[in-house]
């Protein structure tokens, strides 16, 4: 009888460095030791069969090729390294890498993540699983279907760059960038509008998280932005009242009448979520004027 291959999140060593790469990224914005980062030094080095492992899907995921002959060409090629690797070794690592990852967080919140280029990680696992595990017979319909994810993932990423050589090199540089990298670029936003303005705030902190959060969601973070516009407004506004100062106070208000301006466009652009940072540090500085020359009974919570 044959059998399907089911796809197992617990065991797909590409979907997990990706998690583990987005759990660093939170660790980061929460100001928390990043058990993360010691997790993905400790299994993934140039030493562990995993990232032997990773190396494989990597390839698979990021190579261009323009035929389908070549394109299965490459992908027999790549299962035949993958037979090189210990199982045994690789299933003891897989082991040892959930178990710490339990230890250190709560699983099924840790999995729930969504990953954008999940399909593909799945179907190169299901082909990795039947090359080790070949006295099982497993359904061919399964298998050609994950090799043809692969393949279309190949070409259609080949047609996609050569659409980008048309256009700047600037734009097509940033649109090719993967979430880690993007992540990355976040990453030193942080500490660049820290070292400029000091250490982010609570609203801040929640708006860069809630932007890692949902990089394949950007419905959502619309959503938790269009819904905070609002929320500064009315605070600058009865900030303003309080203002003595004329120039302060029309600057405040000329902020307020710009403000609706973040809510254009289906996606929060780089720039909006700059603005948003900027807006909340806004409120953050008039707080602390208003309380600086307010009585005690009379400070701003």
């Known amino acids: 009888m044959m059998k399907k291959i089911k796809h197992s999140k617990f065991k797909n060593t590409a979907l997990i460095f990706e998690l583990l790469s987005h759990q660093v990224t939170v660790d980061i914005l ?41 394109a299965n060409y490459f992908i027999d090629s790549i299962i035949k390294s993958r037979l090189k690797i210990s199982e045994k070794k690789l299933r003891q690592e897989k082991y040892n890498l959930i178990k710490e990852i339990k230890e250190s967080y709560i699983i099924n919140d840790f999995f729930r993540t969504e990953i954008s280029n999940y399909k593909v990680d799945a179907s190169i696992y299901k082909l990795f699983e039947a090359a080790a595990n ?17 393949i279309e993932n190949m070409i259609n990423a080949l047609k996609k760059n050569k659409y980008k050589n048309n256009i700047s090199s ?5 649109r090719k960038q993967d979430k880690e990298i993007k992540t990355l670029s976040y990453k030193i936003l942080i500490e660049s509008f820290n070292e400029k303005y000091g250490k982010l705030d609570n609203n801040q902190r929640k708006l860069l998280k809630k932007y890692i959060d949902n990089l394949s969601n950007t419905n959502q973070l619309r959503e938790y932005v269009d819904s905070e516009i609002p929320k500064i407004k009315k605070i600058l506004i009865a900030y303003s009242d309080r203002i003595t100062d004329q120039v302060t106070q029309i600057k405040l208000n000329e902020v307020c009448n710009q403000i609706c301006q973040l809510k254009k466009g289906k996606i929060v652009k780089d720039n909006q979520l700059v ?20 009585p005690k009974l009379y400070k701003v919570k």
Do not use: G, H
């Open 30 to 70: 929460d100001d928390v030791d990043s058990k993360a980062m010691i997790i993905l030094k400790k299994f993934y080095n140039s030493k562990t069969n995993l990232s032997e492992e990773l190396e494989l899907y990597n390839l698979l995921k990021k190579n261009n090729i323009s035929s389908e002959n070549k």
């Open 275 to 294: 603005t948003m940072l900027k807006l909340y540090e806004l409120v953050r500085e008039t707080k602390k004027e208003i309380n600086s020359k307010a």
């Open 170 to 174: 600037s734009v097509a540089e940033y």
């Open 134 to 150: 070949q006295q099982i017979n497993y359904n061919p319909t399964d298998l050609v279907q994950s090799r043809y994810v692969l």
